[in-house]
């Protein structure tokens, strides 16, 4: 059953320049700024926000003296604002390249381990039946990469819903678990040793992750088995640096074994026998509820599906 009073607010009081003014004020925290951005004087859009307020009866934005700050109410708003005008965004491209004979575009956002060897493989299954679809891959965090599906700008993402928050407007696929090995120079001295000790890990120089899952895992176990942090570490998780790192010293680095596979094949990196059962967790294929995927992101959809069976 449909909601009448939804569709009152819908139809008499939501309008287009409302919902770009609210977009700018989630970039801007300045009704001056925003509303600079959004192409109206800043009396005109003071008048809007305060329209939307009486219309849903709650306080969108709390005013300070250097700005607004969005109120929970607010935020909501913004954040369905951001993917209404996304959505209409993506109608005019599907419309445009329709015109102009293209296959369509379809906006793909996938965390690292994925990227190397599924997505590729969907990416090759899209361009092998449809060439003219226009791909763009994203690579990133799983929480970045969510928060650009939910505002619209992906169409999917390979990754994890890591804010609880989010799940009711999300769909989730499972594709595998990502598990860390500690990846090594070839001929390190420790490959041959069947009783390496985690006080001997903790103490060896490292490369580590930004602040995130993997590295509070990491330090988590250290801490729980009373042992020290790693003092000697590089922090970073660029794949182009990684291998050099580890080429030209004695650091550790946990990572999945597919994203070096290539060294690991080629003999100049090694994994040491230890399982320290460091694990990123279950990535899946991630997409909006209620949300009717263009030609070219069913496509892809369905390619990611068939390059996880190969």
């Known amino acids: 059953m ?55 009866g709650v306080t969108l934005f709390e005013r300070l003296p250097r700005g607004v700050v969005p109120t929970w109410y607010g935020k909501v708003l ?23 004979g293209i296959g ?3 906006a793909l956002g996938s965390v690292l381990t994925p ?26 965090t799983s929480q970045a990469l969510v928060e650009q599906l939910g505002a619209g700008e992906l169409d999917i993402v390979i990754g994890r819903i890591v804010d609880p928050a989010a799940a009711a407007e999300l769909n989730f696929e499972p594709l ?17 040793r069947r009783d390496l000790s985690l006080a001997e890990v903790a103490g060896a120089a490292w490369i580590l992750p930004p602040a995130g899952r993997l590295r509070q895992q990491l330090i988590e176990l ?13 922090e ?11 080429a030209d010293s004695d650091r550790i680095v946990a990572l999945p074994t597919e994203l070096v ?5 080629a003999g100049s990196l090694a994994v040491l026998p230890l399982d320290l059962g460091v694990r990123a967790g279950v990535y899946g294929i991630v997409t909006r509820k209620r949300h009717l995927l263009s030609p070219s992101a069913e496509a892809m959809l369905e390619a990611l599906r068939a390059a996880k069976s190969r």
């Open 115 to 140: 990227s190397v060897s599924l997505v590729p493989r969907a990416v090759r299954l899209v361009k092998e039946s449809s060439p003219q679809v226009q791909i763009v891959v994203t690579v990133d």
């Open 176 to 192: 595998a678990d990502e598990t860390h090995s500690l990846i090594v120079r070839a001929g390190h001295p420790w490959l041959e």
């Open 222 to 234: 250290f801490v729980s088995q009373g042992l020290g942090q790693p003092t000697d570490t590089v």
């Open 2 to 56: 449909r909601d009448t009073t939804s569709d009152r607010f819908i139809r008499s009081h939501l309008k287009t320049r409302h919902l770009v003014l609210l977009v700018e004020l989630g970039r801007h925290a300045s009704i001056m700024h925003a509303a600079q951005a959004a192409g109206v004087t800043q009396p005109a859009a003071s008048k809007l926000i305060g329209e939307l307020e009486h219309a849903l």
């Open 78 to 100: 913004i954040r369905r604002a951001g993917a209404a005008l996304a959505e209409m965004d993506a109608a005019h491209q599907e419309i445009m390249q329709g015109l102009a």
């Open 236 to 246: 970073t998780m660029s794949m182009s640096m990684v291998p050099q790192l580890l």
């Open 104 to 106: 369509g575009r379809v």
């Open 261 to 265: 596979r290539a060294y690991l094949d």
